[in-house]
Nanobody, 120 residues
Framework: QVRLVESGGGLVQAGGSLRLSCAVSRDISEINIMGWYRQAPGTLRMLVATSTKDEYTNYADFVEGRFTISRDNAKNTVYLQMDSLKPEDTAVYYC??????????????WGQGTQVTVSS
């Protein structure tokens, strides 16, 4: 079992920055993919960014170089630094973990989400 706890959301003006944190209950160097997703009202949850345990990163097109995902393995924490925020970035942001356990299978975990609101 892996528990994910997000923090760092809030209200910010357009052009501002926020850093989201995801505290993970186990050694994240074992977890294959850590990611951030978001869901705005009335829309599907969508990928924002992912980071593999080999530290390859991937971003959604709408990020446009404004966000950075990073891992701190010593703290078992994953971050999403969000700069140049836009009102359309308003959503609940969720932390995600995908863990491939050899001989057992693939497990996926979600945090409870943290609200990000960007005012114009």
């Amino acid at each position: 079992q892996v528990r994910l706890v997000e923090s760092g959301g809030g209200l910010v003006q357009a052009g501002g920055s926020l850093r989201l944190s995801c505290a993970v209950s186990r050694d994240i160097s074992e977890i294959n993919i850590m990611g951030w997703y978001r869901q705005a009202p009335g829309t599907l949850r969508m990928l924002v960014a992912t980071s593999t345990k080999d530290e390859y990163t991937n971003y959604a097109d709408f990020v446009e170089g404004r966000f950075t995902i990073s891992r701190d393995n010593a703290k078992n924490t994953v971050y999403l630094q969000m700069d140049s925020l836009k009102p359309e970035d308003t959503a609940v942001y969720y932390c995600n973990a995908v863990w491939y356990r050899p001989g057992i299978g693939e497990y996926e975990y979600w945090g409870q989400g943290t609200q990000v609101t960007v005012s114009s």
